[in-house]
C-alpha cells in the first residue's frame, strides 16, 4: 500500500521561512517523480514544483516561487522536502505531494491528473 505524507506547514509571518516534508512508503521512489501543488479555498490545485530522477535530474518551478523556494529529494529517507523563502500571504495554501511514475516532470508537470499518489496535505498560512 503507498503512502504518502506531509508535514512540517504551519503559520509562519511574511518574509519567513518554512521546510515541508513529504515522506513516502509502499514505492520504489527513485523511480518516482515528485511534485508540490497547493490550493487556496475557491481556487484551483496549481503546480509549484517538481523534481525527476530518473534518467537524469530535471527540476521545475512555478514563476510564482522562482528563487524563492527549492525542491529536493533524499533517496535513502524516500522523503521529498519544499524549502520556503521570503514567504508572502499569497502563498497561504494547503500543500500537497504527488508522486508519478511516468516522468510527468518532463512532460506535464504542472498538471494534477498526471500524478499517481497523493498526500492528505499540510495547511501553510502567511500572516502579513
Known amino acids: 500500500q503507498v503512502q504518502v505524507v506531509e508535514s512540517c506547514g504551519g503559520l509562519v509571518q511574511a518574509g519567513g521561512s518554512l521546510r515541508l516534508s513529504c515522506t513516502t512508503s509502499?514505492?520504489?521512489?527513485?523511480?518516482?517523480?515528485m511534485a508540490w501543488f497547493r490550493q487556496a479555498p475557491g481556487k484551483e490545485r496549481d503546480g509549484v514544483a517538481c523534481?525527476?530522477?530518473?534518467?537524469?535530474?530535471?527540476?521545475n518551478y512555478a514563476d510564482s516561487v522562482k528563487a524563492r523556494f527549492t525542491i529536493s529529494r533524499d533517496n535513502a529517507k524516500r522523503t521529498a522536502y519544499l524549502q520556503m523563502g521570503d514567504l508572502r500571504p499569497e502563498d497561504t495554501a494547503m500543500y500537497y505531494c504527488?508522486?508519478?511514475?511516468?516522468?510527468?516532470?518532463?512532460?506535464?508537470?504542472?498538471?494534477?491528473?498526471?500524478?499517481?499518489?497523493w498526500g492528505r496535505g499540510t495547511q501553510v498560512t502567511v500572516s502579513s
Open positions: 504527488a508522486a508519478d511514475y511516468d516522468q510527468a516532470c518532463r512532460i506535464r508537470w504542472f498538471a494534477a491528473g498526471m500524478y499517481d499518489y
Open positions: 509502499g514505492l520504489f521512489f527513485d523511480e518516482y517523480d
Open positions: 523534481y525527476s530522477w530518473t534518467g537524469g535530474i530535471a527540476i
